[in-house]
């Protein structure tokens, strides 16, 4: 709640001129709150789906993923089997998998969100050319055995793969930290020439025998 005052005062630029407690009221309880975004982010299912599920508008669950996401960010994310570290930047990411030498997978998923409203400027940035909807592509990070390590990189539905990662500074992580290995798809195919010693993308081949190697190198990535 103080995260949320302390936002809405920065927008108004003044002190508040209704009491403590005005305005709208929650829909759904704290806990509720809670699993709503993890469900999000997990499942990628939409916010009109999940307000299906909770009997709720669309609009109650945003509000909630946009008030709770923040606070799960800022605690970063836990390491598999080694309790009381957790990475919060990707700056931990990389030094970690560098000391511990994880393979890491790299993959982009994306989410159907509402339509922007007409006239905004950048409507058009949210309409994916792969799904045909209205979506925000996310990051997401895992060790070989598709455990989350990190996700963020939140952008536009229209930006590439290869753009989010670039803009977001992944590449440039690769640079810094020479050991660290990756997994990517065909998105990637980018950060896969410039780092060949670094970053795995399915073999580039044409033909039968072609379409046999990048469905086994798939089946080994998704193992």
């Known amino acids: 709640m103080a995260r949320c ?7 108004r630029e003044v002190d508040r001129r209704r009491k403590a407690g005005a305005g709208p009221k929650y829909e759904l309880v704290f806990i509720d709150r809670l699993l709503v975004t993890p469900g999000h982010l997990r499942t990628g299912l939409t916010h009109k789906a999940l307000g299906v599920l909770y009997k709720v508008g669309s609009s109650t669950i945003g509000r909630a993923i946009r008030e709770v996401h923040p606070l799960s960010a800022d605690r970063g994310f836990a390491v598999p089997d080694r309790p009381g ?32 409203r007409a006239g905004r400027p950048g409507r058009r940035a949210f ?25 963020g990189a939140q952008r536009p539905g229209r930006m590439q793969d290869q753009t989010s ?16 290995r990756a997994e990517v798809d065909d998105g990637y195919r980018g950060l896969a020439s410039e780092s060949l010693d670094q970053v795995s993308a399915p073999p580039k081949t044409e033909g039968h025998q072609g379409s046999e190697r990048r469905a086994g190198h798939r089946a080994v990535r998704l193992a």
């Open 85 to 116: 570290i957790r990475l919060r930047t990707l700056e931990d990411l990389f030094a970690d998998a560098a000391a511990e030498d994880v393979t890491m997978r790299i993959d982009g998923k994306e989410t159907q969100v509402r339509r922007p």
């Open 165 to 180: 990662v670039r803009t977001e500074g992944i590449a440039e992580q690769f640079h810094q930290h020479p050991g660290v």
């Open 127 to 151: 309409v994916s050319g792969k799904r045909r909807q209205n979506t925000v592509k996310i990051t997401t990070i895992s060790d070989g055995r598709g455990r989350t390590l990190w996700s």
């Open 5 to 11: 005052e302390s936002g809405r005062h920065g927008r």
